[in-house]
């Protein structure tokens, strides 16, 4: 699976949009985009996937280039809640395993 | 439903002690996995299994066994503890939608392993 590359860390203003981006300059055309998260040590969340189209849930919207090299993820509204680590993964099914990075820190401030 | 359980929560063992950690799943899923997360890194898989009966090895198998005997567990074995498997491990668990390119992981809370 493509590696892929985050900022370290980012901060976002509460109620102001969060906007995280992770390149993947070498994903292949099976391979979907994924995004977790970590709160504090608890166990990873699943946030949104995609391929190639943009998408919308709940909690966030995913925005692929039309090249496919990068993403972004983006939180609308962010809140103190929202402070986690954030992993961008790509992933085929080729290989079982999801590959976590060091993911990006996002803290929230008040 | 409870989704994803992991017992114990947290544990101490001298070196040379065995354990089994446990995880089930009340969602069906096929697939499960167990990860180990150092402090400061992401998660690495341990192993994992694509269904009842059938286990492989992921990223860091060394001292590690499993054992996926009912669908809705998934055992995770340390034989002789080292200080090394100081970790906080998950489990995960998955169900595969068609083409097997779009699977979503749910993981549980994790328990916090302490070798001395």
């Known amino acids: 699976d493509a590696k892929t590359t985050q900022p370290t860390s980012m901060d976002c203003a509460e109620g102001r949009a969060a906007n995280l981006p992770c390149n993947h300059s070498?994903?292949?055309?099976?391979?979907?985009v994924y995004w977790y998260r970590q709160i504090h040590s608890q166990g990873p969340q699943y946030i949104i996937h995609?391929?190639?189209n943009n998408e919308t849930n709940e909690m966030a919207s995913l925005i692929i280039t039309e090249d496919r090299k990068s993403s972004t993820l983006i939180l609308p509204h962010a809140t103190l809640r929202d402070t986690a680590v954030y992993y961008c993964?790509?992933?085929?099914?080729?290989?079982?395993?999801?590959?976590f990075g060091s993911g990006t820190q996002l803290t929230v401030l008040p | 439903n409870a989704g994803v359980t992991q017992t114990p929560k947290f544990r101490v063992l001298k070196t040379g002690q065995s354990m089994t950690l446990l995880c089930a799943q009340d969602?069906?899923?096929?697939?499960m996995y167990w990860y180990r997360q150092d402090p400061g890194m992401g998660l690495r898989l341990i192993h994992y299994?694509?269904?009842?009966?059938?286990?492989a090895k992921g990223e860091v198998p060394d001292g590690y066994n499993v054992s996926r005997l009912k669908k809705q567990n998934f055992l995770l074995g340390l034989e002789s503890a080292a200080p090394s498997q100081t970790s906080v491990y998950f489990c995960?668990?998955?169900?595969?939608?068609?083409?097997?390119?779009?699977?979503?992981?749910?993981f549980g809370p994790g328990t916090r392993l302490l070798v001395l």
């Open positions: 995960a668990s998955s169900y595969s939608v068609g083409d097997g390119g779009r699977e979503t992981q749910y």
């Open positions: 070498t994903i292949s055309g099976n391979e979907y």
């Open positions: 995609g391929l190639k």
């Open positions: 993964i790509v992933w085929s099914g080729s290989a079982r395993q999801l590959t």
């Open positions: 969602m069906n899923h096929e697939y």
């Open positions: 299994s694509v269904g009842e009966g059938t286990t």
